[in-house]
């Protein structure tokens, strides 16, 4: 077992040593991000409590370039909740808990644009625009009441968002990524690879 452990790493450190980088971002790239995000951009109440944003985005590299640089076009798929949980007690005493769980989904497509003055092999430095739905999901448990329909909804809204993000390739074909800006989160990291 611990020569299994120590083969990995000496692979994976053998892998990280080398002075391969990918080559510059060009035309017909492809690259696919996975990111988690920090800071929700919608609020949901006092109280609530979640785990960041899970992200999934695809862009692939126009044909031509546009102006001094790149332009990517693609699409990313995004999930946050938060729930709220609290015991009632009413003038008879305890009568039990209610839970409140929002959800949203995120549908949409994305832009970006790569300045070529900021690439490199182990850099690359972007903004992106991203325009979509919001599936907003309310969901309350508890005690019936008068109030079950009013706690109880799905909504369809439109979201918009601006992100300035960098990538830095440890490997050829991988990176990690940070994005910073009004999207699902205000502050995202993650990896992305080019296919």
Avoid: C
């Avoid at 979640?50 to 990313?76: N, T």
Wanted: hydrophobic letters at 40%; a positive charge; charged letters at 20%.
């Amino acid at each position: 077992m611990f020569t299994r452990l120590r083969s990995f790493v000496t692979l994976l450190l053998f892998m990280l040593s080398g002075t391969t980088f990918a080559q510059v971002l060009k035309t017909n790239d492809n690259t696919v991000n996975l990111g988690i995000g920090f800071g929700s951009t919608v609020t949901y109440g006092h109280g609530m409590k979640g785990f960041p944003a899970l992200s999934l985005s695809y862009e692939h590299i126009f044909p031509k370039e546009i102006g001094p640089g790149l332009l990517g076009v693609g699409a990313i798929v995004a999930y946050r909740a938060a729930s709220y949980k609290e015991s009632v007690v009413d003038e008879e005493g305890p009568s039990g808990t209610y839970k409140f769980r929002y959800s949203n989904t995120y549908l949409g497509l994305r832009a970006t644009y790569h300045w070529k003055g900021l690439l490199s092999e182990k850099y690359d430095i972007y903004g992106a625009a991203i325009a979509g739905v919001r599936l907003e999901k309310y969901k309350w448990d508890g005690p019936k009441s008068e109030f079950d329909a009013f706690y109880n909804y799905n909504h369809t809204k439109v979201f918009g968002g601006l992100v300035v993000g960098a990538r830095y390739y440890f490997l050829p074909k991988v990176s990690v990524f940070s994005e910073l800006g009004y999207d699902v989160s205000w502050f995202k990291i993650g990896v992305s690879a080019r296919l």
